[in-house]
């Protein structure tokens, strides 16, 4: 390859993922307000043709499929961005749930097929840093010792399900549902007594 090529298939590369970029958030605009929307109209919010989007996805479940994996790293960034090990495990898992919050469009489109049972997270594929900040708040008396993390983990999820459905009905802003959801959850969380806990 000569030095010449070298720019070109770098500027193509980049115009592929741009392209591959703006089809994903075509997808999620389109799904969320029709979740039957076709591939062709998902080509036509992302301003480009189908047979565009068909190189890309060729079906609808790699669509799909990368819309997942895109959820899945937003996760693990928000994860990062709430700073798990700083301050008591109850501070840092309101912290979790508020980042976790603002994704809500994506999640509901990549598992919008979401079925309570069938693709539910067990503990082993929790992420590593909420199980510590639960494990830390057990111990630092800030998270109800009787709750495991693998319900924590699994309360946090249908909390934020609620607080989207809200908002997505129109039945309260998204400051208004994210405020539920996090004194619901600080609620549910705190030990019945945290000095006991914390003496104990």
């Known amino acids: 390859m000569n030095s010449t090529e070298k720019p070109i298939r770098r500027d193509r590369s980049r115009s592929m993922a741009r392209t591959r970029q703006a089809i994903l958030d075509a997808a999620v605009e389109t799904l969320r307000r029709d979740p039957a929307a076709s591939m062709?109209?998902?080509?036509?919010?992302?301003?480009?043709?189908?047979?565009?989007?068909?190189?890309?996805?060729?079906?609808?479940?790699?669509?799909?499929?990368?819309?997942?994996?895109?959820?899945?790293?937003?996760?693990?960034?928000?994860?990062?961005?709430?700073?798990?090990?700083?301050?008591?495990?109850?501070?840092?898992?309101?912290r979790v749930c508020q980042e976790y919050f603002e994704l809500d469009e994506l999640i509901a489109v990549a598992y919008a097929d979401f079925t309570q049972g069938d693709d539910l997270e067990t503990l082993d594929d929790m992420d590593a840093d909420l199980l510590a900040l639960v494990e830390r708040g057990h111990a630092d008396g800030t998270i109800d010792p009787t709750l495991s993390p693998e319900w924590l983990h699994i309360l946090l999820w249908h909390l934020l399900d609620a607080a989207w459905s809200m908002t997505a009905t129109r039945r309260a802003t998204k400051h208004e549902a994210l405020t539920l959801c996090l004194r619901t959850l600080d609620k549910l969380t705190k030990p019945s007594n945290p000095q006991s806990q914390q003496t104990s």
């Open 40 to 94: 062709a109209a998902i080509a036509e919010t992302a301003g480009t043709a189908r047979s565009t989007l068909h190189r890309y996805f060729p079906e609808r479940s790699n669509l799909i499929a990368a819309l997942q994996e895109l959820a899945d790293e937003q996760v693990t960034r928000a994860t990062e961005r709430a700073r798990p090990n700083e301050g008591t495990g109850n501070e840092a898992l309101m």
